[in-house]
């Protein structure tokens, strides 16, 4: 097994990586003095003077996946991005999760990554033309409208938004939340996912709309908060959606197609995310070195109290094995499709947040009670991070597939089946 990395995935790594380096650390404080400005639901500048750098330097939609060299008719290569494969993208969000704020520069931000290849995957040349190309260009940013708080949204199935056929038009009903993007003043258009079919079969049932949002009807009725932290100027909000009418040309792919659109959509953004939790990871052991190499607590530095010798150890071996699976996960997505590595996905999606929330709270420990402060910028990531034990799937879904495929292994044993038939007794 090589573990070598190709020329390619080396020169997209580093370029990223001195990009943040030369552009983005530099100006961290520049970021957070914006940030903390005035209205906290606006478009921060430093960003916006770094996107063209960006596009200029060739770094930008690196999630956009390559061309199969099958396309549809009405396909077109100007919609396609750096062309990345996963592996190679992995290394690059890797880079970016050490700075918060990185993956916007590169304009590879979510929900945005996600509406975008659905689109592209999806979309039609007038949805393509309409929403696709501003994406691309940074122009706008978007939505994704699934989970609802009046049902169990870890099961897309129980999803209750309704969309009805009248006419030319749809007309939408429901109350959705976890709306990450609406507090953007620039977020101009949701995939919404709802029922068109609640008489079909299970799976059969949700077809996903675009909506835009200044359409009469969508109501944001509130930002979420998590931990305490708002999460503005991007945020998460509750979105009420009365008898809002669409045109019938904004359905994506088809109706009944929704679910599907949904697990094409989620594998390849539960693995973004799991990326870019390690380069957190990364953040949060650097940071926590430092502080302990720098305190002294009873006499010597905190670095050489024994049980911080042990958490250091800890951090590095965890990230090192869970970078491994998320690179196993990425290359096994690249050279066998997506379903192929629903294992390893799923794993990686456990494994990848709980690493890197374990690493932040000791880095939290380390610093005291500077730590949970906005003085550092543990505590907002760790608030972050938790939501991942939700975001596309909670932890429980994910364990729930890996136990059932290792149970699947054995499930022929006389023993097995006996105690089974016994069951069903």
């Known amino acids: 097994m090589d573990f070598t990395l190709s020329e390619r995935e080396t020169y997209f790594r580093d370029r990223v990586q001195d990009f943040i380096d030369r552009e983005i650390t530099p100006r961290n404080q520049e970021y957070r003095d914006q940030h903390h400005e005035g209205d906290r639901w606006k478009v921060l500048p430093v960003i916006e003077e770094l996107k063209p750098k960006a596009k200029a330097a060739g770094l930008w939609n690196f999630f956009m996946p390559p061309h199969s060299g099958q396309q549809h008719v009405d396909d077109s290569f100007e919609f396609e991005g750096t062309q990345l494969t996963n592996l190679e993208y992995a290394l690059c969000a890797e880079a970016m999760g050490r700075a918060g704020w990185a993956p916007e520069v590169f304009n590879c931000s979510a929900p945005d990554t996600g509406n975008m290849e659905v689109l592209h995957r999806y979309g039609t040349r007038e949805q393509k033309e309409q929403w696709l190309r501003p994406l691309m ?57 709802g029922k068109t079919n609640p008489e079909g079969s299970r799976h059969s049932q949700q077809s996903q709309i675009l909506v835009p949002l200044d359409t009469p009807g969508v109501k ?19 979105v009420t959606l009365t008898d809002v009418r669409v045109p019938v040309e904004n359905l994506v792919l088809g109706e009944g197609r929704g679910f599907e659109i949904a697990q094409g959509r989620l594998g390849p953004g539960r693995i973004h995310h799991c990326m870019r939790t390690i ?4 953040m949060g052991i650097e940071l926590m070195a430092k502080r302990l190499l720098t305190r002294v607590a009873f006499g010597k530095r905190i670095a050489d109290h024994s049980i911080w010798e042990q958490r250091i150890a800890r951090a590095r071996i965890d990230i090192e094995m869970t970078r491994l699976l998320c690179l196993k996960a990425a290359d096994m997505m690249d050279k066998a499709g997506n ?65 059932r495929n290792e149970f699947g292994k054995y499930a022929e044993l006389p023993e097995a089946v006996t105690a089974k038939a016994a069951v069903r007794r």
């Open 220 to 238: 944001i009725e509130r930002m979420l908060s998590v931990y305490g932290y708002d999460h503005a100027p991007h945020g998460h909000g509750e």
């Open 137 to 193: 260009n940074g122009e706008i940013r978007s939505a994704f409208l699934m989970t609802e708080p009046a049902v169990a949204s870890s099961d897309a199935t129980n999803i209750q938004t309704s969309m009805v056929r009248d006419g030319d038009h749809y007309v939408i009903n429901g109350r959705k939340w976890w709306s990450s993007g609406v507090g953007d003043p620039r977020c101009a258009v949701a995939i919404v996912m």
């Open 339 to 403: 379903k192929a590595a629903q294992l390893e996905i799923a794993m990686i999606k456990v494994a990848a947040p709980n690493m890197a929330l374990q690493i932040l709270d000791d880095a939290i420990q380390a610093h005291g009670g500077g730590g949970v402060s906005g003085d550092f910028p543990l505590a907002s990531a760790w608030a972050s991070l938790r939501t991942l034990r939700f975001a596309d799937g909670p932890d429980e879904v994910h364990n729930r597939a890996i136990a």
């Open 279 to 282: 380069g957190v990871a990364e």
